[in-house]
């Protein structure tokens, strides 16, 4: 079936391109629907991910976002300033195209923090309304899809069975890791990973070509949706894809369901697109945002936030980090990002001080001219001894929960506006204690690590300032319509035809990576919309 012409009405509006809307792009036009997809970045090539430029991927972060514009704070008494700090992706594809693809399942507990650990004060804990049962034939399926390499030693969360693909051969960092853990009683195991260890459905293998995370690969080896879904969907003929298209609000009638989607194309042009379902994945940031800005005299505080919660419960994860040096070169920073990893100390434990949990991983440090850029005013011979260090910097990254708070949100700012005229968001969040006593914990656990390796030296480095390409949580579901924003379909408890399918779905963060649970999330969301569609359930 053809796509609809311009003026005609489309099965589903897919917006957002990323690990959410490739999934339900790609189920959807291959169950027969047409689709619609807008995505506000643009369509890359293969060519644009053959330059390792990391002053615009990384130091100016223009890659893969040129446009994006936010404001942030600390809290709600004070002023946001502007700054670039979310690295996320606005391209077709999304934050997918540059991830580093460490591809973990939640532990079942993880799904149930409330009823586990809660409540905590100062926090906004909430078990999921699935739980890892319910999960499990869905992260079978994305592991499939995505071509997860790793070992068979793990996995309390998938007993017994094989990764789609064995695991990359050790790199020199990793057997140095894994001395170290096992000196210290820990079980090391490869990182599950979706970078192709051997060519595997028409994708090629990883090459090892070069700096990987916040790169797009040339070779399809990592996947997203650029590798897997959208080739597929577009090959039905019933995908119509449009790149460039910032939608800036959704358009209701007068029974309150989405009528249509407005949007800008790159000239600034206004258009608008009609759909009978509308399915909306553009990140925590990007859905929160569209929601807040389509307000209406029925939804005056923004589509589908009678309970107030649009925008709030952001969560991005603290990262205890701990780099050292070591006599052996590791060149970290090529390749895929992570080796190995532990989770021994993962379960929450209260009597540790904190709650919740964090996995280790042996990961990349910088890329050398980001390292080059931290020697702080060194000249002369000392530089040259601080550049000669690079190759021999280990890091050590932990993924740890973040607990939900209230006042944690995105919302409009009322003063900065993007180069269209629209209202950038605003990113309100400080860590809950909680989070900072995690955090501690692992970096002394990491020290230990580095002890046991023969570091030269350790240091902690502060991630938690910096930047994030972690967004979770802003359209939290639920079974109260009273206290989450989306049901346990991801679909709206108050506009009919509207889905959330992305990463603001999270009611709790999890202590892992998080775009595995985004993908066998949207694939559980995917085949029930598809059987109530069958059924006509869809009004
Ligand atoms: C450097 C980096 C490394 C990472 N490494 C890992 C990792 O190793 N493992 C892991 O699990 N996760 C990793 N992540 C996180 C991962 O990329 C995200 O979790 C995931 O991509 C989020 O999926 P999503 O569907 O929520 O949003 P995204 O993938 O970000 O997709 C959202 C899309 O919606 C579009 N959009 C937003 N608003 C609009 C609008 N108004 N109109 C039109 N389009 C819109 C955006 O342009 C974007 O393309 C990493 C992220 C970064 C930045
Ligand atoms: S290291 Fe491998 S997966 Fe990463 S960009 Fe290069 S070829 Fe692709």
């Not at 600390?74 to 300033?81: G, I, L, P, V």
């Not at 460039?244 to 790159?266: N, P």
Request: glycine letters at 10%; a positive charge; charged letters at 20%.
């Amino acid at each position: 079936m053809a796509p609809p012409r311009r003026r005609e009405v489309f099965d589903v509006c897919v917006i957002g391109t990323g690990a959410g809307g490739g999934v339900m792009i790609d189920e959807l036009t291959r169950a027969g629907m047409s689709v619609v997809a807008l995505e506000r970045g643009p369509r890359l090539a293969h060519a644009d991910f053959m330059a390792h430029d990391e002053l615009t991927n990384i130091i100016r972060g223009t890659g893969f976002a040129p446009k994006l514009k936010e404001t942030l704070r600390r809290s709600e008494t004070e002023t946001a300033q502007p700054r670039h700090f979310s690295m996320i992706g606005q391209c077709v594809g999304g934050s997918n195209v540059h991830w580093g693809a460490m591809s973990w399942r939640l532990r079942p507990d993880e799904f149930k923090a409330l009823s586990q650990d809660g409540p905590v004060e100062g926090a906004s804990l909430a078990d999921w309304p699935v739980d890892a049962a319910e999960m499990a034939p869905w992260y079978d399926k994305a592991e499939a899809t995505y071509g997860v390499a790793g070992g068979a030693v793990h996995n309390a969360l998938r007993p017994g069975r094989r990764y789609p693909n064995p695991p990359h051969p050790p790199r020199s960092g990793s057997q140095v890791f894994d001395r170290a853990v096992r000196k210290l009683g820990y079980t090391p195991f490869p990182t599950p990973i979706a970078v192709n260890s051997r060519p595997y459905r028409n994708r090629a293998g990883c090459t090892n070509s070069g700096m990987c995370v916040m790169f797009g690969c040339p070779v399809d080896a990592k996947a997203s949706p650029i590798a897997v879904g959208l080739p597929r969907a577009l090959a039905t003929g019933r995908l119509d894809l449009r790149p460039q298209a910032l939608v800036h609000e959704l358009a209701i009638d007068e029974t309150g369901r989405i009528r249509a989607a407005r949007y800008l194309d790159a000239a600034g042009a206004q258009h608008e697109v009609r759909a009978r379902q509308f399915v909306l994945a553009g990140g925590s940031l990007g859905s929160a945002h569209l929601l807040l800005m389509s307000r209406s005299g029925r939804f005056r505080d923004g589509l589908a936030n009678g309970s107030g919660l649009v925008g709030r419960n952001l969560m991005y994860h603290v990262l205890p980090a701990v780099y050292y040096r070591h006599e052996t070169v590791t060149r970290g920073w090529l390749g895929p990002v992570s080796g190995q990893a532990i989770d021994d100390l993962h379960a929450s434990d209260p009597a540790r001080g904190f709650v919740r949990g964090a996995v280790i991983t042996e990961s990349y440090p910088a890329t050398p001219i980001v390292y080059a850029s931290s020697a702080g005013g060194l000249w002369g011979a000392a530089l040259k001894d601080y550049l000669r260090q690079f190759n021999h910097v280990h890091a050590l990254i932990g993924i740890g929960e973040d607990l939900p708070v209230h006042g944690n949100r995105v919302d409009l700012d009322p003063t900065h506006k993007d180069e269209s005229g629209l209202p950038v968001w605003r990113i309100t969040h400080a860590h809950h204690a909680n989070d900072l006593k995690l955090k501690a914990y692992y970096e002394g656990k990491m020290r230990e690590i580095a002890t046991a390796a023969g570091a030269e030296r350790s240091w902690v480095v502060d991630m938690t300032q910096g930047s994030t390409g972690h967004f979770m949580g802003t359209c939290r579901m639920g079974t109260d319509p009273e206290k989450s924003v989306l049901d346990r379909w991801c679909r709206s408890h108050e506009v009919n035809n509207l889905w959330v399918v992305d990463g603001g779905c999270f009611p709790t963060s999890g202590g892992y990576n998080p775009t595995l649970t985004i993908v066998a999330n949207a694939y559980r969301v995917a085949n029930r919309f598809v059987r109530e569609a069958r059924r006509l359930n869809l009004r």
